[in-house]
């Protein structure tokens, strides 16, 4: 099984939690700025890079200066680009609920190309 997977998609997992009510967690919704980030990964790596250089930053603080750097690089977007980015993230979660609603509390598939997978 992938360890990025949910696993939600696993009718053994589906049947345990319907069993049990314990198991596939609800999704929960991001912040703009985790969203914005997710398209930015190679100029914040860039950023973090070269403060890395300049400062000589230890390694164990590097997620720290990553966040640190992203927050600050999203600060500088105009407000209606930061709008745009808490709007998508609800988007993105409102799909995410209802995959995970459907999973939960939905039928199992009866397409035989679901049930391989």
């Not at 997992?13 to 314990?22: I, M, N, Q, S």
């Not at 912040?31 to 190679?42: G, M, P």
């Not at 070269?50 to 164990?60: A, E, L, Y």
Request: charged fraction near 35%; charge should be positive; aromatic fraction near 6%.
């Amino acid at each position: 099984m992938d360890p990025q997977d949910s696993g939600a998609q696993d009718p053994y997992r589906a049947l345990l939690f319907k069993l049990t009510g314990v198991g596939i967690q609800r999704p929960r919704l991001r912040s703009a700025v985790n969203t914005w980030r997710k398209t930015q990964r190679i100029a914040i790596e860039h950023e973090v890079k070269r403060v890395v250089m300049r400062d000589g930053t230890p390694r164990s603080q590097l997620a720290k200066l990553r966040d640190a750097i992203a927050r600050k690089m999203f600060e500088t977007l105009p407000a209606e680009n930061q709008k745009y980015w808490g709007d998508r993230a609800k988007e993105e979660h409102e799909a995410a609920l209802k995959r995970w609603k459907d999973d939960t509390t939905g039928k199992p598939s009866k397409d035989p190309v679901a049930r391989q997978q």
